[in-house]
């Protein structure tokens, strides 16, 4: 097989053993890699409505296609399980060079399953599995157990991704890290830790094979070349930090949990002013040319990684000002293993909760916005589940149900996810994205914001048509997501799915057309969505929190534009249509025969009847 190696690795970390099977050729074409053969792994199996930190909810690891060709910004993993903060799908990705050694093993899958005696770690090679004690690694931050491992084994080549305190917490916005960067949103750091595995080390010698070499090198070079154009001045130039001021500008930048829609002290923290003052130096993932990624110099000297959504999220949304607390805020969720938008948006929430006396506790601790000491007590003590820390590690959605009164109204998300930087008021397009999302609140498996952005529809109104786009947007990165491609390369394609389509050919030999890779995309998410039907879902979890609802655009040059309930119920009346869903959004039969996923042994949908009733 080209482009894959046609391989699944199963670990039940409760008996120790571990097997190879094959992958059928039909699913891989069917989901690609990443994402979508994520999504599909996962339905098979996750036992229905298994709990997230049940031994039996599978940790799956997956690669993809387009992995090791040497296409630029294509050096990524996928990292799919049943989110311990949503209760649904838990999809992230991550990059780098453990993405390319993982695809030296020889493997598209790794399921995980089971809960180890004590804590270990696992190595897995081209011809071996093994798993080993880890005792020593507890409390290390990812980066020390990155390092730890690798001079423990002797090996440059050997790649980690591991977690850090918050995973070994359960934490539920916990992440898995490599080489600095995170499988960030959805927790499955904790669902990681819950089955007391510290790492995973990978090493191999199996250069994927692809079915034309020249070609895909032709195509290479020109995507490198188109990389390196003006279509991505905002990535090689300031980086996602460059967000800050012009979502200030437009009004959209959410800060103090979402109770203004402009930040006064923006030109303190914009990425102009940060690459001023404290640049340090510019970075990439492996394989990759556009190098999006900004270092910073924090006031003791070392390096921190900092784009857009950290600095919104510690920044804005907390009401920090200071770059350098930002900074500080960011290495501790680093160090501990955290997503910083879930950390910025449960922090946020405490504030709020704290200013409107409902948790003292949050005062007590100093927890207030606009107070960086605050927020360097209160990620250690997440990270260690300690006083306070215990209610926030669980999440703004559960803390709020926790202590009751109106907290839940302040609590910033969607099925769990806490929002990321895009204010869904001034971005209507945006807010239907963020509603009918598998994952929750995410601002990666849909470009909604980008028809906002672009002025192809007016983003301070809406109406039905928004449905479609959306699902377009789904669609398109379920595409990127599962072959994999960067998002920040996808303005390089003049064509994306006809590109896309003589990309995956050249590398698989498989005769693709870009309908079939619609088709593909379309299939990858209502696959998501019969999942968390299967789940539980219910119509209310499509929804966004109350305050976007009923309080106006607070400040901004869109001061008093409304979001109301009926016309984010219009929209998704919209998308249930375009998506072809019935009116309550549960997925058709029909659909499911139109795309082919009732018929596909490997999902393993017995039947329709079998999938209502999973959906009651
Ligand atoms: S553009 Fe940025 S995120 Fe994307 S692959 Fe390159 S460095 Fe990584």
């Known amino acids: 097989m080209y482009g894959f190696h046609g391989q699944l690795l199963r670990i039940d970390l409760d008996s120790g053993k571990s097997s190879r099977h094959d992958l059928d050729e039909s699913r891989l074409r069917s989901f690609l890699g990443g994402i979508g053969l994520g999504a599909s792994l996962l339905y098979e199996y996750a036992p229905p409505r298994v709990e997230p930190f049940s031994p039996a909810n599978p940790l799956i690891f997956t690669s993809a296609p387009l992995v090791g060709t040497g296409l630029t910004t294509t050096a990524k993993f996928g990292v799919v399980t049943k989110s311990p903060l ?15 050694e993982l695809k030296r093993t020889g493997l598209d ?3 995980i399953t089971g809960q180890a005696a004590s804590l270990v770690y696992l190595l897995i090679s081209d011809r071996a599995v093994e798993i080993r004690q880890a005792e020593h690694l507890r409390g290390k931050s990812p980066n020390e157990t990155e390092d730890a491992i690798r001079t423990e084994l002797d090996s440059s080549e050997l790649r980690v991704a591991a977690i850090g305190r918050a995973g070994e917490n359960l934490v539920r916005f916990a992440t898995i890290s490599n080489e600095g960067r995170h499988a960030g949103r959805g927790g499955a750091g904790a669902v990681m830790g819950s089955k007391n595995l510290k790492a995973i080390a990978v090493c191999g010698e199996r250069e994927p094979l692809v079915s034309d ?110 770059p350098e607390a930002v900074l500080q805020a960011a290495h501790l969720c680093d160090l501990y293993g955290m997503d910083t938008i879930s950390t910025g948006g449960t922090l946020a929430w405490a504030m709020e909760c704290g200013e409107k006396g409902l948790l003292p506790e949050a005062q007590k601790f100093g927890l207030g916005f606009g107070r960086p000491q605050g927020i360097f007590a209160a990620i250690p003590a997440i990270a260690e589940r300690a006083g306070l820390g215990a209610l926030l590690a669980e999440g703004s959605k559960r803390a709020a149900l926790e202590i009751g009164g109106r907290s839940s ?70 595409v990127l997501d599962s072959l994999i491609i960067c998002k920040f390369l996808r303005k390089c394609f003049t064509d994306f799915y006809g590109e896309a389509a003589e ?20 299939r990858i998410q209502i696959l998501k969505r019969l999942f968390n039907q299967r789940e539980g879902w219910q119509p209310h979890d499509d929804w966004l929190p109350p305050r976007l609802l009923s309080e106006a655009l607070p400040t901004g040059v869109a001061q008093g534009v409304v979001l109301t309930a009926a016309e984010l119920k219009e929209m998704i ?35 329709c009847q079998a999938m209502k009733h999973a959906a009651c």
């Open 109 to 111: 899958a790794i399921v």
């Open 409 to 478: 109204d302040w609590a910033m998300h969607v099925k769990g996810l806490e929002l990321p930087g895009y204010e869904p008021r001034g971005l209507k397009t945006m807010a239907l994205g963020l509603a009918v999302s598998p994952r929750g609140a995410c601002h990666n498996r849909s470009g909604a914001y980008e028809a906002d952005f672009s002025g192809e529809v007016d983003r301070l109104h809406a109406d039905s048509g928004r449905g479609a786009l959306v699902a377009a947007s789904e669609d398109f990165a379920a």
């Open 573 to 607: 009346r919209g998308y249930y249509q375009a998506r072809g869903l019935d009116e309550s959004g549960l997925v058709t039969e029909k659909k499911l025969r139109e795309l082919e996923i009732l018929e596909a042994p490997a999902v393993g949908v017995k039947s």
């Open 86 to 100: 949503t209760g649904f799908i838990g999809d992230s990705l991550s990059s780098s060079h453990f993405a390319l």
């Open 213 to 322: 070499p020249d070609g895909v090198n032709v195509m290479a070079r020109l995507l490198r070349q188109r990389s390196l154009s003006s279509l991505t001045d905002k990535y090689r130039n300031i980086g996602t930090v460059a967000n800050l001021a012009v979502f200030n500008r437009l009004g959209v930048l959410p800060a103090h949990n979402f109770q203004q829609s402009t930040f006064d002290h923006c030109d303190a923290l914009s990425g102009e002013t940060l690459t001023e003052t404290s640049f340090a130096r510019r970075h990439g993932c492996a394989s990759c040319s556009i190098r999006c990624e900004r270092l910073f110099k924090s006031l003791n000297g070392e390096e921190q990684r900092l784009e857009y959504e950290t600095l919104f999220a510690l920044g804005p949304l907390c009401g920090i000002k200071e």
């Open 503 to 522: 990309l995956l050919n050249k590398v698989t030999g498989w005769p693709c057309t870009d309908s079939e890779l619609r088709r593909v995309g379309e």
